[in-house]
């Protein structure tokens, strides 16, 4: 049974940057691709980046790139997603994901709620203005 444990939400003031973990378990994890997603109140989940467990490769939404980035650390079975200069409309809660196979698709495709097919519970992170 895979699970993925989001850590390292919280409240923050605009302009700070914050780190949040996904610690994955209950498979080996060097096939799949791994993503972070968020929802913001009203609002549909949206894709915010994409890693590639074995190869790193790296994927991002339009809106954080050059602010976040994702990485793994194969030996602790951990995704991060830094986030810098967060902004107001960075709130939201988000998610991590997991794709089965995901090693074998193209990162800049996996970029759709429909595409993982195991998610956490999410942590909330709140910017202020």
């Known amino acids: 049974q895979v699970q993925l444990v989001e850590s390292g939400g919280g409240l923050v003031q605009a302009g700070v940057s914050l780190r949040l973990s996904c610690a994955a378990s209950?498979?080996?994890?060097?096939?799949?691709?791994m993503g972070w997603f968020r929802q913001a109140p009203g609002k549909e989940r949206e894709f915010v980046a994409g890693?590639?467990?074995?190869?790193?490769?790296?994927n991002y939404a339009v809106s954080v790139k050059g602010r976040f980035t994702i990485s793994r650390d194969n030996a602790k079975n951990t995704v991060y997603l830094q986030m810098n200069s967060l902004k107001p409309e960075d709130t939201a809660v988000y998610y991590c994901a997991a794709r089965r196979g995901g090693a074998f698709r193209a990162i800049d495709v996996l970029t759709t709620s429909t595409e993982y097919d195991y998610w956490g519970q999410g942590t909330q992170v709140t910017v202020s203005s």
């Open positions: 890693i590639k467990w074995s190869s790193g490769s790296t």
């Open positions: 209950g498979r080996t994890f060097t096939s799949y691709a």
